[in-house]
């Protein structure tokens, strides 16, 4: 525990401006980031007497060791830098709303050719437009199958809508008129976007002059005669109508609104937003966070507009969907300041924004709805997070006991070795901090001082490589205590690579953590006694004593410690145990999943890998051309000359190298005596341009 007075800045050696602080701890990690309409008087509040600081915030100021800061021009581009920089470094005393989920969206590619309807998650592309958020996949099925009859855009996939197109055949849905079946050229591409752009303006509520005209042409049907055509009309207004229903009016003046409101207490937040076009509700979202930072209603609301619309651009009625930045945000309480968040707002909509507390009428009224949403949603979160860290502390504890450890292990790491038979061996780290997985810190590694299959020997060399990383940054830093005040020299030939010899964990530019920054208090590895020792082995050539170590044995469930020649036997309803499986599972499915992409790698490797000059791009269109590897190679120099790219002498050497490179035997099912697969990859009686991997 740092004393804030040993970093506190001289006096007058803040500047009294708008600016952006960082505080660092001890390791140059950015725990912290604020802004500042005066840097001075801020800052100057962290260095009083702790006593008077809010607990969360004397935590903070005592697990810091350095502050420092960038002065702005203004406000917003503090607000901006503050945004850019709390995404970037991660603070750990920061708010970060993070997504209970993630959320849905009714997607249509409109950057493609033909453009395609379906569901969507996760970070918004380029030439899509979004519809929503919605709470669950299924509202966005059952609004799309409705919308289908009136609107036959294309939902397949690029895979199925090749398949159609060479066989000359639409889906099932092409047949029962809910595709318009551009695959088999039902409908021309200009055609069938102008269908899309239907469908989007539908769902950007742009629908009674679309139901005045759809009503019309019934009445025009039936008063001809044609009653089928005017059933078939009727029955698609009364689609469309049933689609709207589901998008119920709540302000009747069309607006265009994001509410947002906001439930908490002392420990914990959580926000709902409701997206509102066109006067209907759009769609829905919530976030929970911990308060971390002592914070106020109107300091959630700001955090919460940064995540919201820090990475929108544009409006939302160019955006199409809840995208984009509306005309209104409606908040519970306004950030102090307001206006430089509104001027901020308004810079990346390109137009004015307005951000206020809703006083009266139906707006108030919906924001009471989003306000109700919010707090169930809260006391949702708090019964299930209750639950889980009870177990997850319980767990903890019994692995303390257990292994006699002094404190429970908040970090634990643990290793996995793979391979096929001795080849393409890899091994695998995962971390879990307080009893939960964190996938950023999970880490591969390929063998390499040695061929074949030796566990033992593979464990030696992966705790090793791991530790020498970490010790050699403890040296660089001046931390580092060993007799010598050196790092121990390669034990078992280890190769160290140039970013084991001179990368840190702390990128002193930046402030964000390197590979392998900080130790665990236990290393789980997977196996039992001989990779426990190895393990063990490893670290004492280190000088490394302060790591626990223990393996877990697939067989009986048995815990292995280093020098016991029993094992640890944990209850099968210890929650200890439940942990430590989960973490050995975890690395062995991290493990096998590399192992397999290296071998899949390898097993792709063909013919035309050996070819001298030929990159990717232009085996990809030589395969792309003829379809398969045998039609390739029965081509003539002409034929593949007609390929893009590919002249006379490249021609020359493809024909020559696949000339003398004797075709692969074909896979056979030893045990039925079946052919699985063709010397081309192709399965037996296949269409060769269905070749896996192939793009046609």
């Known amino acids: 525990m740092a004393d804030p007075s040993s970093y506190r800045p001289k006096p007058g050696q803040i ?72 995404k970037e470094f991660d603070p750990r005393f920061n708010v970060k709303y993070r997504d209970d989920k993630s959320y849905p969206s009714l997607a249509v590619t409109m950057n493609e050719e033909f453009p395609r309807v379906q569901v969507m998650r996760g970070p918004k592309r380029k030439g899509v437009r979004y519809f929503g958020p919605y709470a669950h996949a299924w509202a966005i099925r059952e609004t799309v199958d409705l919308l289908l009859r009136v609107f036959p855009v294309r939902t397949c996939s690029a895979g199925v809508f090749k398949r159609s197109a060479q066989i000359g055949r639409p889906c099932l849905l092409g047949y029962i008129g809910k595709c ?41 049907a039936a008063s001809e005669m044609e009653y089928e055509q005017a059933a078939r009309l009727r029955d698609d207004l009364e689609a469309l109508r049933r689609a709207m229903e589901k998008n119920a009016v709540v302000l ?34 919530g976030w929970v966070t911990d308060k971390v930072e002592a914070v106020d209603t109107a300091g959630l609301v700001e955090h919460a ?55 009266r009428g139906d707006k108030k009224d919906l924001m009471a709805t989003v306000q109700r949403n919010a707090q169930h949603a809260l006391a949702l979160h708090k019964t299930k997070r209750a639950s889980d860290l009870t177990t997850r502390s319980r767990a903890l504890e019994e692995i303390a006991a257990a292994l ?26 995962v971390v ?12 591969r590694f390929q063998i390499k001082t040695f061929a074949g299959q030796d566990d033992v020997r593979s464990m030696h060399e992966v705790i090793s490589r791991r530790f020498r990383r970490y010790l050699l940054e403890k040296q660089k830093t001046g931390e580092w205590e060993g007799e010598s005040g ?47 020792a190895a393990a063990r082995r490893a670290l004492e050539e280190l000088g490394i004593d302060d790591v626990a170590v223990c393996g877990l044995a697939k067989r009986l469930e048995e815990v292995w410690l280093p020098g016991d020649d029993d094992p640890v036997i944990l209850p099968r309803s210890s929650e200890g145990l439940y942990l430590l499986q989960r973490v050995r599972d975890e690395a062995h499915r991290f493990a096998i999943s590399y192992q397999r992409s290296k071998r899949s790698k390898s097993m792709k490797a063909g013919a035309l890998d050996s070819v001298p000059g030929l990159g990717e791009t232009r085996r990809q269109a030589l395969l792309k051309h003829f379809g398969s590897l045998k039609r390739l190679r029965a081509a003539t120099i002409e034929e593949i000359c007609e390929v893009p790219g590919i002249g006379r002498r490249t021609a020359e050497t493809v024909a ?30 296949a269409d060769p341009s269905h070749h896996r991997g192939i793009s046609t």
């Open 15 to 86: 500047p009294d401006s708008p600016g952006v602080y960082k505080f660092r701890d001890e390791h140059g990690r950015v725990i912290y980031v604020g802004k500042a309409k005066s840097l001075r008087q801020r800052l100057s509040s962290y260095f009083q007497d702790i006593t008077n600081l809010h607990q969360r915030t004397a935590t903070m100021v005592t697990t810091a060791a350095a502050v420092e800061w960038t002065v702005v021009s203004t406000e917003v581009e503090a607000l901006q830098l503050e945004y850019s920089w709390i």
């Open 180 to 220: 318009s079946a551009p695959c088999v050229g039902r409908i021309s591409a200009d055609d069938h976007r102008e269908l899309a752009e239907e469908f989007c303006d539908f769902m950007a509520g742009h629908t009674g002059t679309y139901l005045r005209r759809l009503e019309q042409r019934m009445k025009d």
């Open 252 to 285: 009747a003046d069309a607006t265009d609104a994001d509410l947002i409101a906001v439930a908490e207490d002392e420990l914990e937040a959580a926000v709902q937003i409701f997206h509102v076009r066109g006067g209907r509700v759009r769609g829905q979202r």
């Open 305 to 359: 507009l940064q995540q919201l619309y820090g990475d929108e651009r544009g409006d939302a009625e160019r955006s199409g969907g809840s995208g984009g930045v509306p005309k209104e945000v409606l908040v519970p309480a306004l950030p102090a300041p307001s206006e430089p968040v509104a001027q901020w707002l308004s810079d990346r909509r390109g137009s004015h924004v307005s951000l206020r507390v809703p006083q």
């Open 404 to 429: 006699d450890l002094d404190t429970a292990p908040l970090r634990i790491e643990c290793y996995d070795i793979s391979h096929l038979q001795g080849d393409d061996v890899v091994a695998s780290m």
């Open 432 to 443: 879990f901090e307080d009893g939960l997985a964190r996938k950023s810190e999970y880490r």
């Open 486 to 532: 050196e790092v121990p020299a390669n034990h078992g030939d280890v190769p160290l690579d140039h970013e084991e010899q001179a990368s840190g964990p702390i990128d002193p530019d930046t402030g964000r953590p390197r590979k392998f920054a900080y130790p665990p208090q236990l290393v789980v590895v997977d196996g039992g006694q001989p990779q426990v």
């Open 656 to 685: 020559a190298t696949l000339a003398a490179a004797a075709p692969a035997a074909p896979a056979v099912n030893t045990a039925t005596g079946e052919i699985i697969e063709e010397a081309d990859g192709t399965p037996p009686g």
